[in-house]
């Protein structure tokens, strides 16, 4: 998965077979460095819901990103960007854009 410039706001956004970061022109603060990965509980709690749909991968998937979209924008942004991330998460899964195994990326 592409890391983009830690200074600009990302979104998940779906690239015929990949998930590519959409970028923005809100500056946000500096990144301190990679952070670990989010748990799977911790991304439901961000996400607001316990109901994310996807195969193992797809949801190992889903906390790398979250956890480089809280590090990138922090967990305010994530959690009031909820609904759209949700709603781009449940495309990407309804479309098999990664696949539970062997999928596209």
Known sequence: MQRLNPGVQQQLTVNRNQIVPSTH???TKKSRGPMADL?????FSLLG???IKGSDRELKMLCIRI??????????WVK???QSLRDEW???VSQGIIGG???KI
């Open 25 to 27: 022109t809100t500056k």
């Open 67 to 76: 956890s480089e979209l809280v590090e990138l924008n922090g967990e305010d």
């Open 90 to 92: 449940e495309y990407i």
């Open 49 to 51: 819901t316990q109901h």
């Open 80 to 82: 009031e960007s909820r």
């Open 39 to 43: 748990s799977l509980e911790k991304v």
């Open 101 to 103: 195994s062997g999928g």
